[in-house]
Every structure is written in C-alpha cells, then in structure tokens.
C-alpha cells in the first residue's frame, strides 16, 4: 500500500508534458525514478523488466504513450504498439512486482456526441485511433488486483510545448492562429493534476478516475483567455468549426468530464481552468 511516507514511483514518459509534472509534483514527496525512452523501449518487454525489476520500485506511474491523435490516425501499428503493447508490457512487470499501476489515460475514450458530462461510469465509444488504442490500454491495466486510471483532457503545463504556448507564440509573432470554436470540453493544468493523483494515490482510493480542472470551455474560450492573460490582442485569433480544421484524426467534440469519482472518494477536484491558466500564463516565457 501507498502512503505518505517517502516511497520509490517510477513514472514513464519523464520527458513528456504531464511527465515533467509528475516528477516534480512526486518528487517533492517521494523518490521518484523518471523513465524515458533512453532507459527503456516500453514496447520491448525485456527492456521493461530489466528496468524495473532492478530498481524494485513501489509504484509505478504510466504517463508514456503516443500523444498525438493525427500521427496514430495516419500509423495505427505506431499507435498500437507505444499505446497498448507498452501498457501491456508495464502492466505484465507490475503483476509480476505485486504493486499498483496508474495509467494516464484520455477523453478521447468517448465519441463526442453527448450534451452532458461523461461520468465514469458512462459507457466509452471511441472513433479515432488514438481513443481506441488508450482504451485498450485501460482495459489491461483494469486486469490488475490495484489500479488507477485518470482520464485527463487537453493538457497545459511548464517545461513542454502545449496547446496554450502555441497558440501565444503564434499570437506574439503576429501570426493568424486557428482554434476549433465548437469543441467542448475541460483542460487540465499538469501540476494540479499531479498533485491530485498523489493524493488519490496516497489515500489508496484506487479505481478509474475523471481528472481536469473544474468547469468547461470551447477550445477558442480556452485560447482568447489565455490570449488576455498574456495581454495579447486576438485579433488573429480565428475560431472555426471543428469539421472545418482539416484535422486527420477525428476529435469529440464535446468531452466534457465530471469527476464523479473523486467526489465519492471524498477528494475535492481540482481549482477552476482560469485560475489555473492564469497561474499558467504568469509562468511561461514567450519570446518576443
């Protein structure tokens, strides 16, 4: 069991944007070893046990994967292979070890035709590739006796590029930047949620778990307030419908999550996406 006391996670993808947050957030409280893709192929199952059976680790945090829905659209096997295989294969070390999982996880899971918020509970119908292959990996990590998957939503955080630095530096350059304006859905700040999934870790409240910031916003809402933040002027700022993106790989277009689950642990959610964001906003450099 997990507990306050200083314990030895691993967490995967290290160099990622939730990985970065996850090993400053954890590391803060317990002894973390980052994994990347130098210190092993998560689709190679010796290179996973050699890893981390050697560094008998208590915990093991899943944050590596094949992020982008438009390169898993045009290579499934790619997706397959860094989404489910790897899982599978982190998933066989963490049998073999006796200690908990937790998987980051998606969104995408759902198809987007809703009008209210996904609980978790609700039944998952993903249409792209990436959604498919992410809920494949949360049915194998589901296998084990301890687990935790958190579905996370579009993400923001430091040290990474993100959909919100992007979207500045485009603005900052003088540059026409185009946001979907009818996709709906939460954000999530990477530290807060770090911080939130140490403590559902801690607590031992295992199971699957909606994670974001409180409240929703359409993607164009989320970059014209960022936009604001940084004192920057929209006018270069375009909304457009998300059919008209020209996006490979398809997106929900409303992935609105409520975080039932947190609630029934007794664990508060995280603070409200502006506070968050404007926290955000205050951290990150844009070069002029």
């Known amino acids: 069991m997990l507990s306050s006391k200083d314990m030895k996670i691993a967490i995967t993808g290290a160099n990622g944007l939730f990985g970065h947050a996850l090993v400053q957030v954890f590391g803060a409280a317990h002894s973390v070893l980052p994994l990347t893709r130098a210190d092993a192929d998560l689709t190679r199952q010796p ?19 094949a992020p982008d829905p438009d390169a898993c659209e ?8 860094n989404n489910v295989v790897a899982t599978e294969n982190v998933v066989q070390v963490a049998t073999e070890m006796a200690i908990p999982l937790a998987q980051i996880s998606t969104d995408a899971v759902f198809d987007g035709v809703a009008d209210s918020p996904r609980t978790e509970s609700d039944p ?14 949360e049915r194998a990590v589901s296998e084990l006796e301890r687990y935790w998957i958190f579905r996370v939503s579009v993400l923001f955080g430091p040290r990474k590029a993100n959909f919100i630095s992007k979207g500045l530096q485009a603005l900052r350059s ?5 946001v979907a304006s009818d996709q709906i859905g939460s954000t999530t700040y990477t530290l807060d949620a770090a911080s939130k999934i140490l403590e559902v870790m801690e607590k ?15 993607r164009l809402e989320l970059m014209q307030q960022a936009a604001t933040l940084a004192s920057l002027p929209t006018d270069n700022l375009l909304g457009k419908p998300l059919s008209e993106m020209g996006r490979v790989g398809p997106r929900p277009k409303y992935a609105v999550m409520e975080m039932q689950a947190l609630k029934m642990a007794g664990i508060a959610p995280p ?3 502006k506070a968050a964001l404007a926290e955000y906003v205050e951290t990150i450099a844009v070069p002029a």
């Open 174 to 178: 003088g540059n026409t930047h185009v």
């Open 74 to 81: 045009r290579n499934p096997e790619y997706a397959y292979q």
């Open 271 to 273: 603070r409200a996406w």
């Open 204 to 218: 031992n409240k295992f199971g699957l778990f909606h994670l974001s910031n409180s409240g929703a916003c359409s």
């Open 124 to 137: 998952t119908h993903p249409f792209s590739v990436y959604g498919k292959t992410k809920l494949l990996a």
């Open 47 to 65: 290179d996973v046990r050699r890893v981390l059976l050697a560094a008998q680790v208590d915990a093991i945090v899943h944050a590596a994967a």
